[in-house]
T-cell receptor, first 115, second 114 residues
Framework: GNSVTQMEGPVTLSEEAFLTINCTYTATGYPSLFWYVQYPGEGLQLLLKATKADDKGSNKGFEATYRKETTSFHLEKGSVQVSDSAVYFC??????????????FGQGTILTVHP | DAEITQSPRHKITETGRQVTLACHQT?????MFWYRQDLGHGLRLIHYSYGVQDTNKGEVSDGYSVSRSNTEDLPLTLESAASSQTSVYFC?????????????FGAGSRLTVL
């Protein structure tokens, strides 16, 4: 299958705390992996991506490493800010064939950062 | 600036009515998608199109249809709205080649079926 499992939220942190949001995927095919972020009242936007094993995606201080051996793509940030409060979605491409843009998303993790 | 716009942003309708959600993009992307977002389910693919006159069913296509008569537009039609179709609907588009899996999303359309 093409499933993606994210850690359940919501996650509440104080400003400057370390963030980890866990994501695991089914090991079908050779997917590309993504983290998308949704700020309040907006659509999703790409945060970072990785296309093959051991790749590290990074953007705005967030990082995630494609771990094939553990089928994981955990999102991390060393010091969160109030402006990082949003919903974070892990996603993978569908396996095989013409799967362009057909992503399977996790259920989303709500992050709230307090001053 | 290029953009992807959805309308209406909010709509309330009654069970059994036909509803059309519009999606218009000025990115000149060939690929367009409709997803629905429900609590606990993330986003699920409804329909998608890889070009003019091309449409395909996604994982939750029952009760929905799309048409692609030009590059810019992919309207989503609910033939006979049901309460189970109360959701937030997102349109997305992507380029070809290596950018095909990088989706650009609209701001969403919140539909309530009473």
């Amino acid at each position: 299958g093409n499933s993606v499992t994210q850690m359940e939220g919501p996650v509440t942190l104080s400003e400057e705390a370390f963030l980890t949001i866990n994501c695991t995927y089914t090991a079908t095919g050779y997917p590309s992996l993504f983290w998308y972020v949704q700020y309040p009242g907006e659509g999703l936007q790409l945060l970072l991506k990785a296309t093959k094993a051991d790749d590290k995606g990074s953007n705005k201080g967030f990082e995630a490493t494609y771990r094939k051996e553990t089928t994981s793509f955990h999102l991390e940030k060393g010091s969160v800010q109030v402006s990082d409060s949003a919903v974070y979605f892990c996603a993978r491409t569908h396996a095989g064939g013409t799967s362009y843009g057909k992503l399977t998303f996790g259920q989303g993790t709500i992050l709230t950062v307090h001053p | 600036d290029a953009e992807i716009t959805q309308s209406p942003r909010h709509k309330i309708t009654e069970t059994g009515r036909q509803v059309t959600l519009a999606c218009h993009q000025t990115w000149n992307h060939n690929n367009m998608f409709w997803y629905r977002q429900d609590l606990g389910h993330g986003l699920r693919l409804i329909h998608y199109s890889y070009g003019v006159q091309d449409t395909n069913k996604g994982e939750v296509s029952d009760g929905y249809s799309v048409s692609r008569s030009n590059t810019e537009d992919l309207p989503l039609t609910l033939e006979s709205a049901a309460s189970s179709q109360t959701s937030v609907y997102f349109c997305a588009s992507s380029d070809g080649g290596t950018g095909a899996n990088v989706l650009t999303f609209g701001a969403g359309s919140r539909l309530t079926v009473l």
